[in-house]
């Protein structure tokens, strides 16, 4: 069984930043493709970004791109989301993922944190 944590969220103000950061159990972290996605109230879960077991490749969603990145850290199981310039519409729960396959739908995905809140203010 995998389990994911994710920390780093919390409240900041527009035009601010924030590091997400998701820490695996699975030993075998460094073979998986990593996801986060967000969700925020009354909405669906929205696909943000996307790295490779390697971190040879990353995709990022429009509506980040520029703002935000992906990365990770193999060594530490560990990947991470920088956030800058936040805006108020970032505002929702952000949840890391694992998945054998890759993607960005949520289906996509077979373990799941329990989610971090962030918060901008306008």
């Known amino acids: 069984q995998v389990q994911l944590e994710e920390s780093g969220g919390g409240w900041v103000q527009a035009g601010g930043s924030l590091r997400l950061s998701c820490a695996a159990s699975q030993r075998t972290f460094s073979s998986y493709a990593m996801g986060w996605f967000r969700q925020a109230p009354g909405k669906e879960r929205e696909f943000v970004a996307l790295i490779t077991s390697t971190g040879s490749s990353i995709v990022h969603a429009d509506s980040v791109k520029g703002r935000f990145t992906i990365s990770r850290d193999n060594a530490k199981n560990t990947v991470y989301l920088q956030m800058n310039s936040l805006k108020p519409e970032d505002t929702a729960v952000y949840y890391c993922?694992?998945?054998?396959?890759?993607?960005?739908?949520?289906?996509?995905?077979?373990?799941w944190g329990q989610g971090t809140q962030v918060t901008v203010s306008s």
């Open positions: 993922a694992l998945t054998p396959r890759g993607g960005t739908t949520p289906r996509d995905y077979d373990y």
